[in-house]
């Protein structure tokens, strides 16, 4: 902890990293589950069958639980640019000032306020303009995590730009190009699919547990079985965008791709390690013990089973060669097990989908499959981990630098900040978050066990034949 201490720099980073961390918690769910909303609203509005609008008002509450604490924690990230790190504000703060402007005066008040009258417009506005506020609600959360990943992914690979010859900054040369480069519409989708699986995950455990305690079976087996036809598909192809992901990374960030397999050497082709022990630093560098894959990291990094991946003292020589001297390597430990957190809770969340479908296709009720209900109470865990693992991998992977090849993390800190001023702050930050973490559990955990609201005869949709429902 003394070393940790030393330096307002690395203070900084930790509190950092710990607050972008604690606010991704909340992300993933906001933007899949306000799609779920829609979908059993609209089920509602179109079939007439009751029990879908007690679901909705019953998952809408953990949404709203749920949103109003990742809004309150985000805007913590943005006084953090302004005060601990002014450096990287006033460096690259034209370029990626543009795009979080856009999220916040676009997107984020294009879904507070259409949240705001979701909450209030249920006996005021007509069910199909309620209807539609809920659609720019879901449309608003999706926008604002677009803007949100362009602007991370012009951080890790910045284009679209120019250094101004007076000030020696960078400024926008192509907005476009920024906004709309490939690897920020793949980290987008990626985002969205994990959100999808997480929400997914949410429902499924909630009605599973429900069902286990042998209340409101009937409704919640109707949703279970929603979650399920959501999960596999989306599941299973987050899994494989993560892989094409890959390929785009070793483009940009080769060294990252190095990092995750703890490859020093440059193999042509090379394998996957399922588990290591040992060769995670230069001093160390082979393994003590490996269990392999042969040809894998070769197809997950080139799409090419007999592909070349450059390792990494090659990749440490060429840094050295084009910036100067110094370390290029991140840490490559954290790095190599948070890929494999990503990878493995990610498969296991798939497989765990995978046997309530073949319950369903053995035309199996869930509300009598007791061990696939208790496992889908556990799996809720599942997608948030993986989240938090696959973020960690994506920020750490790129050190030592902010914006890849452009601006390092050292040189990003605010000079005028005092390892104290940020220990002080750093210590708040924890010590909130912590109450924060208390109360979404408490709040989020006491409304997923209560009984889904009775509706009332207000507000009902236009009649129509009825049509049937899930």
């Known amino acids: 902890m003394t070393h940790l201490a030393a330096t307002a720099l690395e203070l900084g980073r930790w509190q950092f990293a710990l607050t972008t961390l604690y606010h991704f918690i909340f992300v993933p769910l906001t933007l899949g589950l306000a799609p779920f909303l829609v979908l059993m609203q609209t089920l509602w509005y179109r079939t007439h069958d009751e029990r879908w609008l007690r679901l909705t008002k019953f998952f809408g509450t953990l949404f709203l639980i749920n949103f109003a604490l990742g809004a309150a924690t985000g805007l913590v990230q943005e006084f953090q640019f302004g005060m601990n790190w002014s450096g990287f504000s006033t460096y690259v703060g034209d370029v990626f000032g543009s795009t979080i402007a856009l999220?916040?005066?676009?997107?984020?008040f294009l879904e507070s306020t259409f949240i705001g009258l979701w909450i209030f417009g249920w006996?005021?506005?007509?069910?199909?303009?309620?209807?539609?506020?809920?659609?720019?609600?879901?449309?608003?959360?999706?926008?604002?995590?677009?803007?949100?990943?362009?602007a991370n992914s012009w951080m890790q690979h910045p284009i679209g730009y120019e250094i101004n010859s007076l000030t020696g900054n960078a400024q926008a040369s192509d907005v476009f190009e920024i906004l709309f480069q490939g690897f920020a519409i793949f980290a987008w989708s990626h985002a969205i699919l994990a959100g999808l699986v997480t929400a997914s995950s949410l429902v499924l455990g909630v009605a599973c547990w429900h069902m286990w305690r042998r209340r409101n079976g009937e409704l919640f087996q109707m949703v279970a079985k929603l979650a399920i036809i959501v999960l596999i598909p989306v599941g299973s192809l987050n899994l494989l965008l993560g892989s094409e992901?890959?390929?785009?990374?070793?483009?940009?960030?080769?060294?990252?791709?190095?990092?995750?397999?703890?490859?020093?050497?440059?193999?042509?082709?090379?394998?996957?390690?399922?588990f290591q022990i040992g060769g995670f630093s230069q001093s160390d560098p082979t393994p003590s013990f490996s269990i392999e894959i042969p040809y894998l990291l070769s197809f997950l990094s080139t799409n090419s089973f007999t592909g070349e991946v450059v390792g990494i003292n090659e990749l440490q020589q060429q840094a050295e060669q084009k910036y100067g001297p110094g370390n290029y390597i991140p840490d490559v430990k954290i790095v190599y097990w948070s890929m494999r957190a990503m990878a493995y809770l990610g498969s296991l969340t798939v497989f765990l989908a995978l046997w309530g479908g073949w319950l369903l296709w053995r035309r199996r009720r869930l509300d009598e499959s007791k061990w696939f209900q208790k496992a889908a109470v556990a799996g809720i865990a599942l997608p948030f981990i993986t989240c938090l693992a696959g973020w960690l991998?994506?920020?750490?992977?790129?050190?030592?630098?902010?914006?890849?090849?452009?601006?390092?993390?050292?040189?990003?800190?605010?000079?005028?900040?005092?390892?104290?001023?940020?220990?002080?702050?750093?210590?708040?930050?924890?010590?909130?978050?912590?109450?924060?973490?208390?109360?979404?559990?408490?709040?989020?955990r006491r409304y997923a066990?209560?009984?889904?609201?009775?509706?009332?005869?207000?507000?009902?949709?236009?009649?129509?034949?009825?049509?049937?429902?899930?």
């Not at 999220?103 to 984020?108: I, K, M, R, V």
């Not at 993390?409 to 010590?431: H, K, N, Q």
């Not at 209560?450 to 949709?461: A, K």
């Open 449 to 470: 066990r209560i009984d889904p609201p009775e509706v009332n005869p207000v507000n009902q949709p236009p009649s129509q034949p009825p049509t049937p429902s899930y």
């Open 393 to 444: 991998l994506t920020e750490s992977g790129r050190q030592p630098w902010v914006v890849y090849g452009l601006l390092k993390t050292r040189d990003a800190i605010s000079p005028s900040v005092s390892t104290t001023s940020v220990a002080i702050s750093f210590i708040t930050f924890m010590l909130l978050y912590l109450a924060l973490g208390f109360t979404d559990f408490w709040l989020m």
């Open 103 to 108: 999220e916040g005066l676009g997107a984020f």
């Open 245 to 274: 992901f890959g390929v785009a990374i070793t483009d940009v960030q080769p060294m990252k791709i190095s990092a995750t397999e703890a490859l020093w050497e440059t193999e042509k082709p090379a394998s996957f390690s399922l």
């Open 123 to 150: 006996d005021r506005l007509s069910p199909k303009v309620h209807l539609a506020t809920l659609y720019l609600l879901w449309i608003g959360t999706w926008l604002s995590a677009y803007f949100i990943l362009a």
